[in-house]
Structure formats: structure tokens, C-alpha cells
DNA sequence: GCGTTTTTTTTGAACGTTCAAATACGATAT
DNA sequence: ATATCGTATTTGAACGTTCAAAAAAAACGC
């Protein structure tokens, strides 16, 4: 099997159509499945396209057919798990839908996220998926777009979670159990800037509901990445969580920022959720670890994952429009980052939950079956 | 700006050249910046360029010049952070070069990494890192390879540490902390059966070194994924922590497998590093976090990375061999999860370590510092 | 055996780019 | 004015594949 004699490029389908004794199309043809063509024939092109170890080329084969069979997606920073999870996800799905993944991240810099989509655009990926991207995009007219993040748009596909809503309800979640003051930290690196506002009026309008009003001391906006835990951004977060006005609860953007909020609060010898209450949103694996135990609102990742592949290449296949606006209900999962707010002039009338609040306290105890209705039933007794 | 009545197929460098009045070539000079091109010619292409929103096809490129700027990755599990941030460094690497990361995960399975490694294949890409692959590869003689995991090999770039030596000093560690059950978790998901089995084979040699011999009891291979907490393996493991003659210490194979068995000694009670002793091989982000304070063997990621794109792209644009074999010193970062074993009959000779007791038992201390070079100084106190 | 249909195979052209060679253009020198 | 040279630009061909259409081979009917 060594044909070291060979020149070091990869053999054609002209290759194989010598060696196979027949033409170049024929093998094509083989390849396909398509056209009438011999058994005989094509068990001496299969022969030898496994004798030269043939395997198409698939830019060439892009370039007469005009599409290629790559799917781009954009994500945020491969290091948050929620993308790097979704990303492996998509991956699985575009294989079976006879696709490649082209991944791209933005690092959250709008001039890297530029640099990257033009980059997939250069390969001309038949589609898009974009889980991360800033407002301003490109128009690329003849690229098919699905829209993880963000708002439903005019042009694409959108697929994504009422974010205004899930905000809302984790914050009446926190409410509930009589937080009176809860801080908001969000990341840099986000999915996209109307997420972050849709999150973050969600918040807004769940306090206001409750008659409070918004403490601009209580918003952090945090820098990238775990690994640089000194970053300016940090420490706005620990006079937040340290100062004397310092919130009972905080809602994080992430998972992957309640983690560094989390991580925040260790270092400062506050216990969780005792003397701070935290809640994230995505529900990655890492939360549902017993020490981190962390309170979020989980996302269908894995059902985002498929539907965006199945709108990417159902508009790319189908003749028939796909409706081009789905929108999911995540649901709260309530884990041991969340307890009762500490006894405070606030705290008039401490809702009666269904869980003991000796239970609530137990970071151990894993408490994953709390949805979304369930904030639905406790909301409305506090909320006043 | 609107060319609605455009065709909606990308401009060609024909489109350009029509729009600016010149020819095919002279579009590709200008965006080559090669021939002489007069300036005023030059600027009309430019205009046009922008124009049009004009892109070259790489895939048309590829093809006339039979070589892309594609760097195939090969990963285990995206889910691991270790494959996720090597992943982005490496794209970040490959960016800064002109190249275009094409990444592909295992998955752990034979048949997904013979699929994806096809698929790298189709798409010409001119080099193929691969930090996850199974020892049966197929052979690829057109293709650079890098290899960032298993053993160095004839063919192709090999960049990687010494697994053997970083296993046995993690072992040696663990030992001079008085350890004598040393248990061992490996997961399916690695990097390389080779490699595998050079960390094991590191951790015999510093137990049969320690007079100890091995007990399969303390051997245990994991399935793969954390969200998978109730799968076959992990019963093995609740097994192997709980039983009679259950370790005092534990090696995994890997971080992202420590927060596994972390999870499950969480689970059963078991207090770390008082009555378990973790210590993982990586240093992921999360690693750090003082929650987990994972004593780690810490993998320069980054370099890894850098120097792997760099030893891709040397090998295909200097003409001038490389070296092929790079062997790096991973360091002992010890953190919390670690401390004197719990006193029992073996230890008899309990080591001085720079560190007092009180200090090795708070998990919320981080100590990062302690090298390679610390264990050295600690083994043959203990070693006899 | 010969025209006709059906099946199988081959050939030419094209996808968008770049290399190599050819040509046109301008200027300078003769 | 013409040869000469350097600069600027264009043209033809090719990369490996597939589409469309042509051609060849085989099968069929009478």
C-alpha cells in the first residue's frame, strides 16, 4: 500500500479513473450513487479509489457546485463552556445533516468577531449559525443566517429564549425569598448586546415591580475570563460585594460569570448562599457540581443546538420557508447558590416555600426540579 | 449601497475588474500587492473592492494553488476546558499566521475521529494538530502533522512533556505527604492511549520506587462527561471511595476528570483534601477557582498551543527542517485539594514540609507556587 | 441483420482563482 | 522616426470537480 513513488499530492478523480480504467465522470458517478453504471465498473472504481486512498476534494467540488457543505458558528469565547458545549453540539448535528463545522470565535472584540466572520465568509459557509456577535453585522446577502442570540431580526432565522422574561422571573425567584437588594454582574464577552439589555430590563422591570428601584452600585459589568481574576473589572466587583451597601443576592449574565462572582465571594469570606445568594443563567455542567451548586436559568443548549443546525440547513435545502422565529422557555433550576435573604428590616413577610429553609441553606442538597412555574406560584405573594 | 438586483451570488474578481474597468490579473495584483500596478489603477480596484463587498473564494484559491491556509485541530471533548482552550489559542495563533482553524472533536470514539479526520482530509487542509487521536491513524502523506498528545513518533512534529516524569512526581508528591493508598482515575476520553499509559506508568514507578505495589482496586476508568454523573463508570468509582479499602489519595488523568471524582467524594461525604486528596493533571481555569482548588499538574496550554501552530506552519513554509521533537516540563501547581495524609499506621515518618499543617488543610488557601522542583526536594525524604 | 431504444460511458465546459507568458504602453536613447 | 527597454496590463491555461450533452455500447424488436 506504499506509493511513496508517487509525487506527495493527493490523487484526483483522474487518478482513480486511470488506474480504474474508465473516465473521470464515471467515477464521479460511482462516488454519488447517481447514474446507470456497471456493477462491474464500479467495483474496479471502488477498487481503486481505495487503492489510492482517493478522497474528493471538497473545494473543488464547491467550486462547480456553487455551496459548500460548511456551516459557520460564531461564538463568544471558547472557554465558557455554555459555547464550547453548544459548539460541540452544533458539530454533532451538522454531521448528520452531511455538514462541517467551521468554528469562530469573537472573543468578545468586535474587530477579532470582523476579522472571523469575514474569514467565513471568504470560505463561503452556506450558512451561519451566530451565537455571539455584536449588533452591527455585515450584510451578506447570499449567506443564509440563524440568529442564536440577541432579538428576533428582520432577515434569518431566529432562535432563542425569552430573555427579558427569564431574567425576570430568576429576579422574583430571588425576591421570593426576600431579597431586597440584588446586585447584577454581567460579562463582557456576551452572546450580544440586545441579550444583555433584554436580561438586564428583565431585572429592571422585576424590581420595579417589587418597588424598587435601580441601584446603579449594584450593576458590575465584569472583564473576560476566569483566568484573569485581577482585571480592573474585578475589582469593581469586590467593592461591590464588599462595600457596606452590599447586596443580599446577585443575578449574573452567565454561568460563567456567577462562577467569578462566586469565586469573588469566597475570597471575601462571604458564604453562599447564607450571606450572598447567586443565580446564573445557561446551566452549564460545571453548576451542577455539589460545590458549586449554582442556582440558574438553564437553557435547552442541546435543542438550540439542533434547531439552529435544522433551520441552517432546512433554509438551505428546502424550497419551502421555514418560519423563522422560535422562541424557547428555559426554566429555573433551583440549586444551593440560593437561600432565604438574612433577617433585615426589609424582610416583613418571609414567603412560605415548599422547601425548609434549613434545606434551602444546604449548598450540598441538590434541588434541580424547580422550573420555571414554580416562580410563577411564588412571585405573585411578594411581589408587592 | 444596495445591489438588490444583483444575482445573489458573491462578485468574482471578473465583477471587480468589469466594475473598475481593468482586468482579472490586475484585480488579483492589487489585492496581492505584487506586480507594479499603476496608483491610480490600484485605487479603482480598491473602490470597486469595497464596492461590490468583494471576498476572495479561498476555495477557488485552494484550488489553483494546491495548498489552503487551513489548520486542522483535532480535540477529544469540547466539553473539556483543556481541548477548549487549547482550541483557542490555537485559533488565536493560526489567525496571527494567515491560517484558518478547522476544528474537529473525537468525541472519544474511534469512528467519530476516523469520520472527522476525513473530513479534515477532504478539505485539503495543509496541516492537522492533533491533540486527541487514537494510535491507529491513518496515513496521510500529503498532510503536515503535529502531535500534541501520545508518544513521540517517526513521522511528523511531536510536541508534548513528559507524561511518565509529570505523573510520577504528582505520585511522589502525593507520597511525601505521607500517602500510601494512592488511587488512580483515568477517563475514556484521552488524549492518547499512549499517553494514558505513560501516566500510569509514571504513577507505578513512584509507588513500586515507595516499596508499594499497585492495586487494580484503586484503578478506575471514567465515562466521559460531567453531565453524565450516574453513568456505569461513575459507579465504579463510588465504589472504589467508598469501600474498605478506600485511597487516602487520588491521581487523575486529567482536571476535568478530578472534578468528577471531586464531585463524587462531595457526594459521599468525604472531605478533601482531610480524608481525600486530589490531585489532576492539566490546570484548567476552573482548577484555580478557590471552590475547587485543585492540586494540578499545570500544562503550559498556551505555549503548547503557539508552539504547535508555529511547528505546523514552519514545517510548510521554510524549507529549512525543524526540529521535530519538543519535550516541555509541565509544574506541580499545589493548591487545596492536597494535604497530609490522615495518620495511620504507614506513616511513620511524617515529612517537614515548608507548609504547617494548618495551611495544607484550608482549601480556600491558594498556594500556587510550589514547582516541579519542590517535589524533587520532598521525594527522597519520604521515598524509602 | 438492422433500425431503435435503453443503458452505460465519455467529452467539453465551467466554477473563481492564480501562474506564466504575452502584449500593450511610455519613455528614453539612438 | 525607430529601436530599445522597463513598466503596466491582459490573455490563456490550469487547479479538481460536476453538469449537460454527446457518444458509445448493449439490449431489444421485428
Do not use: W
Not at 365 to 370: A, I, L, Q, Y
Amino acid at each position: 500500500m506504499d506509493h511513496s513513488g508517487a509525487a506527495a499530492r493527493p490523487p484526483t478523480v483522474i487518478d482513480v479513473a486511470n488506474l480504474a480504467g474508465t473516465s473521470r465522470q464515471t467515477v464521479s458517478n460511482v462516488i454519488h450513487g447517481k447514474a446507470h453504471v456497471r456493477e462491474q465498473t464500479r467495483k474496479r472504481v471502488l477498487a481503486a479509489i481505495a487503492e489510492l486512498e482517493y478522497r474528493p476534494n471538497v473545494a473543488a467540488r464547491h467550486l462547480k457546485r456553487r455551496r459548500t457543505n460548511v456551516l459557520g458558528v460564531l461564538v463568544g469565547d471558547l472557554a465558557n463552556p455554555f459555547y464550547s458545549e453548544a459548539a460541540r453540539h452544533i458539530e454533532h448535528y451538522a454531521e448528520q445533516r452531511g455538514y462541517t463545522m467551521l468554528l469562530a470565535s469573537t472573543g468578545g472584540e468586535r474587530e477579532t468577531e470582523q476579522r472571523r466572520v469575514e474569514s467565513l465568509i471568504e470560505h463561503r459557509v452556506a450558512a451561519v449559525i451566530f451565537l455571539a456577535y455584536s449588533s452591527q453585522q455585515p450584510t451578506i446577502e447570499y449567506i443564509t443566517c440563524v440568529f442564536v442570540a440577541g432579538l428576533p431580526t428582520s432577515h434569518g432565522v431566529f432562535i432563542g429564549v425569552d430573555e427579558r422574561k427569564s431574567a425576570e422571573q430568576a429576579t422574583s425567584f430571588l425576591l421570593s425569598l426576600g431579597h431586597r437588594r440584588i446586585g447584577y454582574v454581567n460579562t463582557i464577552v456576551s452572546s450580544h448586546p440586545d441579550s444583555d439589555k433584554a436580561r438586564f430590563a428583565g431585572y429592571r422591570r422585576a424590581l420595579s415591580k417589587a418597588g424598587i428601584g435601580l441601584d446603579d452600585a449594584l450593576v458590575v459589568r465584569l472583564g473576560s475570563g476566569i483566568e484573569t481574576p485581577e482585571s480592573v473589572r474585578q475589582h469593581d466587583l469586590q467593592r461591590m460585594l464588599s462595600g457596606p451597601g452590599r447586596p443580599t443576592a446577585v443575578l449574573c449574565a452567565a454561568d460563567y460569570t456567577a462562577l467569578q462572582v462566586m469565586d469573588c465571594a469566597d475570597g471575601l469570606g462571604l458564604a453562599i448562599p447564607q450571606q450572598l445568594s447567586i443565580v446564573g443563567f445557561d446551566d452549564t455542567a460545571y453548576s451542577a457540581l455539589r460545590r458549586i451548586s449554582l442556582t440558574t436559568v438553564s437553557y435547552p443548549l442541546r435543542e438550540i443546538a439542533r434547531l439552529s443546525v435544522d433551520a441552517a440547513v432546512g433554509a438551505l435545502e428546502d424550497s419551502a420557508p421555514k418560519r423563522n422565529r422560535i422562541l424557547m422557555q428555559p426554566e429555573l433550576v433551583v440549586r444551593g447558590s440560593t437561600a432565604l435573604a438574612p433577617t433585615s428590616p426589609e424582610t416583613v413577610d418571609p414567603p412560605a416555600t415548599d422547601a425548609s429553609p434549613d434545606e434551602q441553606r444546604r449548598p450540598q442538597v441538590r434541588r434541580s426540579v424547580s422550573t420555571v412555574d414554580t416562580v410563577r406560584v411564588r412571585r405573585p405573594r411578594n411581589a408587592r
